[in-house]
């Protein structure tokens, strides 16, 4: 499938009353996206912390939050699960602190299939308040997931502001890149926004964001949340003059949805008025790259 329609949430953090509040407040956004035909719905970084709500004794701590939202990770990843196979699309879950078991936490995205299959990213860099507030390390390695749509990358807000972790998605094929973030300023979300726009500039791919929005202020982790979800491709063949396929209200509650055609892609990296990726390695000083993993989710 080269088109098709991508769905890219604008998440508010709410207090929820308990866990039947928040498995249905899922189904109804998955229900939502499902009905406005996207093949792919991507929520944002961290946007699972307003499980922390469930447990009022840690909800204000960041260790215990972190530490609650965590041990729930199982059963939040069933759910989606269950979505992805009912609705018939794919969901790139929001991030949550996953647990590793030598201690340390990650932050984890969760790409689910609707066959049953599910691949896992981490965050590679953090930010200063996740290494030096949170204790949320960075995890890895990058994946590239091959997945009925087409190969997709994910790289988790901060992550798309290095352009190497992306051009090694791209060498490895990768042709749509997801980027859920969670931002608590303006300055922070422009930083990501520009980020996905360059990635899919240099990379001649569609870069996705989707951000948290709203004011969570019982939550010392994401209490106050500001961006606006777009949908980015190169300005060049095939694509807007300013690359900017489309964006959403900055704050709101919202899907944005926009069509993404795969095969655009491919025109603009063989016949572009410029070719950035075919061009890079001509740059001085091309770094090599990490390495990526490659899954099967088809």
């Known amino acids: 499938m080269s088109a098709f329609i991508v769905a890219a949430a604008q998440y508010p953090i709410d207090r929820l009353s ?4 928040y498995a249905a407040k899922l189904e109804r956004w998955v229900a939502e996206a499902a009905a406005g035909g996207a093949a792919l719905a991507v ?11 469930l447990d009022p004794a840690t909800m204000g701590d ?21 979505l992805a196979r009912r609705h018939g699309l794919h969901i790139l879950a929001a991030s949550l602190p996953v647990r590793l078991d030598d201690g340390r936490f990650v932050n984890r995205a969760r790409l689910f299939a609707p066959n049953g299959k599910v691949g896992v990213q981490d965050k590679l860099v953090m930010t200063r308040f996740e290494r030096e507030q949170w204790h949320v390390s960075a995890g890895g390695p990058l994946h590239l997931f091959e997945t009925a749509l087409g190969p997709i990358g994910v790289t988790i807000c901060y992550d798309s502001e290095f352009p190497l972790l992306a051009r090694a998605l791209v060498e490895s094929g990768c042709e749509l890149l997801l980027v859920p973030s969670c931002t608590d300023s303006l300055h922070g979300y422009w930083r990501v926004r520009i980020g996905a726009q360059a990635r899919a500039l240099e990379g001649q791919l569609v870069a996705v964001q989707a951000p948290t929005v709203g004011l969570a202020e019982w939550s010392p982790a994401v209490d106050v949340n500001r961006g606006a979800a777009g949908v980015y491709g190169p300005p060049d063949l095939g694509f807007p003059e300013d690359g900017v396929i489309a964006t959403g209200r900055e704050g709101e509650t919202q899907w944005l949805l926009a069509e993404v055609d795969l095969n655009r892609v491919r025109l603009a990296r063989q016949e572009g008025a410029v070719r950035p990726v075919a061009h890079w390695p001509e740059q001085p000083g091309a770094a090599p790259l990490p390495a990526v993993v490659r899954v099967d989710l088809r």
């Open 18 to 21: 308990g866990w039947e509040a």
């Open 43 to 53: 929520f944002p970084e961290y946007g699972a912390m307003e499980l922390a709500a």
């Open 62 to 82: 960041l260790a215990g939050s972190l530490h609650h939202v965590a041990r729930l990770a199982p059963q939040v990843d069933a759910l989606h699960a269950a």
